[in-house]
T-cell receptor
């Protein structure tokens, strides 16, 4: 069964450094998402991406964050100048729009644990 | 997004049915009811969704009240692997790339 993959599984960085989290969505999917989950808290939506542009973003997704689909398979989340509070699990998800049903199942990856020291 | 209310936790025995309730009294006519779950140390996983009629799939059943103000996720025969946090989420049917709004969900504990 096709699945969303994410690399690395764990990223440790120093405060102020830039990190790039990578995701490979399911190949025929067209919508891509990033979520985060701070330890012990809810899963929070960050951003969605369709047709090479941001479709929707939350208040959390400020200028520190950016997303990109650099090629036909990868979807990346860049965090510039990381802060201690960016430490969290980051989940990528993808969905395939179905013409007959306008709400779509999102398939999540296993996540990248980001630790900012 | 319309709000959902779920119990913080529920406990059940292995191989028994589990009924997980969700209240969504402010649901609009265009909202689908989605259920996701998150197993320990994993990403969320789709379980089931519906609009008005009850739905069944290989994982679970979804029973939707006639007035749509509540729904129940039914696991017919819980296993230890079903221990997870279950999220009831309303999603506008307009589609597109809508982000999911997760609440705290129900932490389901399965006793052997």
């Amino acid at each position: 069964e096709p699945e969303v993959t994410q690399t690395p599984s764990h990223q440790v960085t120093q405060m102020g450094q830039e990190v790039i989290l990578r995701c490979v969505p399911i190949s025929n999917h067209l919508y891509f998402y990033w979520y985060r989950q701070i330890l012990g808290q809810k899963v929070e939506f960050l951003v969605s991406f369709y047709n090479n542009e941001i479709s929707e973003k939350s208040e959390i997704f400020d200028d520190q964050f950016s997303v990109e689909r650099p090629d036909g398979s990868n979807f990346t989340l860049k965090i510039r100048s990381t802060k201690l509070e960016d430490s969290a699990m980051y989940f990528c998800a993808s969905s395939e729009p179905r013409l007959a049903v306008s709400t779509d199942t999102q398939y999540f990856g296993p996540g990248t644990r980001l630790t900012v020291l | 997004d319309a709000k959902t209310t779920q119990p913080n936790s529920m406990e059940s025995n292995e191989e028994e049915p589990v009924h997980l309730p969700c209240n969504h009294s402010t649901i609009s006519g265009t909202d689908y009811i989605h259920w996701y779950r998150q197993l320990p140390s994993q990403g969320p996983e789709y379980v089931i969704h519906g609009l008005t009629s009850n739905v069944n799939n290989r994982m679970a059943s979804l029973a939707i009240a006639e007035d749509r103000k509540s729904s129940t996720l039914i696991l017919h025969r819980a296993t230890l692997r079903d221990a997870a946090v279950y999220y009831c989420i309303l999603l506008y049917s307009g589609g597109g790339a809508d982000g999911l709004t997760f609440g705290k969900g129900t932490h389901l504990i399965i006793q052997p």
